[in-house]
């Protein structure tokens, strides 16, 4: 599988795993929860520059989304260490499109599929994530969930929101889902779009977002 990266000013590398760039060791503090790679044991970060989603927090996203993954095209934004898309893909996604900007980010995501045996179904862009997806809105595609988990204090929801709701990168049935803190101003609506619940546990929620239905 072809893993493409691309850099914030839009030019290419083209990466293939199991190539010679070194895999630093991270500790080992995340799991797969269910699906084909149910068990498998994740590679966290070492820092505090990427701050994946808890396993409580994704077990209600999954439950919520399933059994709608199956088949589906899943976008994993601000991806980290790709627990999430890897998480989609082990419950039948038909491919997962990986997003990060940081070179640690990146890393953990290409040492994670490699660790679960993860081959083919996905694509890696590195760059920051209008970059990323403006790339996606050119090639004319199209995704069914958008999951994006973005930095605290992180502040362009709209402009986000906006992004996959009036390019085509969501159609009718996609739903956009914003993991954030509890204090963060997210969007209630847009133009196109509107939040159909969100979900809190402690200091984080999850904000689900879809296209509006007529007289909405």
């Known amino acids: 599988m ?12 083209e990466w293939w795993p199991h190539s ?13 929860i269910s699906g084909q790679f149910r068990g498998r044991k994740l590679r ?14 994704k077990e209600s996203l999954f439950n919520i989304l399933d059994p709608s993954i199956q088949g589906t095209v899943f976008v994993d934004v601000f991806a980290g260490t790709g627990a999430i898309g890897i998480e989609a ?19 953990l995501i290409r040492e994670n599929l490699e ?22 809105v050119r090639e004319g595609f199209s995704a069914d969930i958008l999951f994006m988990d973005p930095p605290y204090q992180w502040r362009p929801y709209r402009d ?5 709701f009036r390019t085509g990168l969501a159609h009718g049935n996609s739903r ?11 969007p209630e609506d847009g133009e196109d779009y509107h939040r159909a619940r969100t979900v809190r546990q402690g200091h ?11 007289g909405i």
């Open 89 to 107: 893909l082990s419950r039948g996604a038909r491919q997962v499109v990986f997003v990060d900007s940081s070179r640690e980010g990146c890393r």
């Open 160 to 164: 986000l929101l906006e992004v996959c």
């Open 176 to 186: 956009v889902v914003i993991e954030h803190d509890r204090k963060a101003e997210v």
């Open 204 to 214: 984080k929620c999850l904000s689900f977002y879809g296209f509006k239905s007529p």
């Open 2 to 13: 072809l893993i493409r990266k691309v850099n914030i000013q839009g030019s290419f590398r």
């Open 20 to 32: 010679s760039i070194p895999i630093r060791h991270s500790s080992i503090d995340m799991r797969v």
């Open 44 to 57: 966290g970060p070492r820092g505090a520059e990427i701050r994946p989603t808890g396993d409580r927090l």
């Open 115 to 136: 660790l679960c045996g993860i081959e083919s179904g996905f694509r890696l862009l590195s760059s920051d994530v209008f970059t990323a997806l403006r790339l996606l």
